[in-house]
């Protein structure tokens, strides 16, 4: 395969957004590509086989036009528009960015990065229901809570209610102190997480004393019809088929419902059945429910996150039994080395 040099100019402004720190960016392209790349003077400059220099110089190209357009490149930004370059989308990077859902308190847009958070985030938009189904990081919660407030700030929703099941993470905690609402407080506290990053706290309050917007566990939703209402229910591996029954049967005239869930993280005692995935088998079928799984490239987290997903689902996948029965259901697993 013939070599061959190309030489691309890049704005003086946005030659370190794009290279990165002491050129990582640069180097990482380098070493996935297989190419020498020199940056110098405004220009870079491409060495290597044809087919990889195509690739280095779309890469390139999209993460310009994300600086462009007020992006600071992350490693994840990179990430991404390396893996596309091995592919027909190449292009898509682009027309993610321009979705932008909200702005946080402090004015950073809200966006899917990757086609897959992109799809998500267009599903909820289109269907009454959805189930958005993925490992740790992908933005499950973190959307679906930017999509609820944009739609409450825009009047389509009367409130937004937002809950989970309060188990234990693996863990006894016994008797916690303080109130009702001190010992469930902690369960709740990425969605708190979330809704002050995005509303800010001052906001929060305000409308949550108002009784506009509702943090509370599962249980609290049993005898309940939610009408005109934006419903997040996260965490629901952990729920068991009949809290998935009764929350989906609350739904009333003018909600909209987002479930999410990590169907590897569950922590229901051994041997019970998840709710998340009957419902996910029962309701497969129905047009106006929309199921979404989101994987390990639509990590958005630390990359040494999108690693660490990977390397258990492989060896997840390597540990299945031989004969090829499914696993036993509610059975974790154990890892032997």
């Known amino acids: 395969m013939s070599v061959v040099e190309t030489i691309i100019d890049i704005p003086v402004e946005h030659e370190r957004n794009v290279c990165g720190q002491f050129d990582q960016y640069l180097k990482k392209i380098e070493r996935t590509l297989r190419v020498t790349i020199v940056a110098r003077d405004g220009a870079i400059k491409f060495i290597g086989p044809e087919e990889m220099i195509r690739r280095a110089k779309s890469v390139f190209n999209n993460l310009v036009e994300l600086s462009r357009r007020g992006n600071t490149i992350s490693e994840q930004n990179v990430d991404y528009a390396l893996s596309l370059s091995f592919t027909e989308s190449d292009g898509v990077i682009l027309e993610i960015d321009k979705d932008i859902i909200c702005r946080t308190i402090n004015g950073k847009p809200v966006k899917p990065k990757t086609l897959g958070q992109k799809q ?38 009367g409130r937004i209610i937002l809950t989970r099941p309060a188990i234990e993470a693996g863990e006894k905690l016994g008797f916690l102190p303080g109130d009702l609402q001190s010992k469930i407080d902690p369960y709740l506290r990425p969605l708190y997480d979330a809704l002050y990053q995005i509303m ?36 629901a591996q952990n729920t068991t088929p009949a809290q998935m029954k009764m929350f989906l049967t609350r739904i009333g005239f003018g909600s909209k419902v987002v479930v999410t869930g990590d169907k590897t993280q569950k922590d ?44 258990y689902d ?15 259901k509610g059975r974790k697993h154990d890892y032997k080395y």
């Open 268 to 311: 229901l005692p051994g041997g019970a059945a998840s709710g998340l995935d009957a419902a996910m088998k029962v309701l497969r079928k129905i047009e106006d429910i929309g199921f979404c799984s989101l994987t390990s490239e639509d990590v958005v987290r630390h990359p040494l996150v999108q690693k660490i997903v990977q390397a």
């Open 120 to 157: 998500y985030v267009d599903a909820i938009r289109e269907k009454m229901i959805v189930f958005g189904v993925g490992p740790a990081g992908t933005g499950k919660t973190y959307l679906a809570m930017a999509m609820a407030i944009q739609a409450f700030k825009n009047n389509e929703v």
């Open 314 to 328: 492989d060896y997840e996948r390597k540990a299945q039994p031989k004969s090829g029965r499914p696993e036993q």
């Open 200 to 235: 800010g706290a001052e906001s929060f309050l305000h409308n949550s004393e108002k009784g506009l917007i509702e943090v509370a566990p599962l249980a609290y939703m049993r005898g309940r019809t939610l009408d005109n209402a934006y419903i997040i229910l996260d965490e």
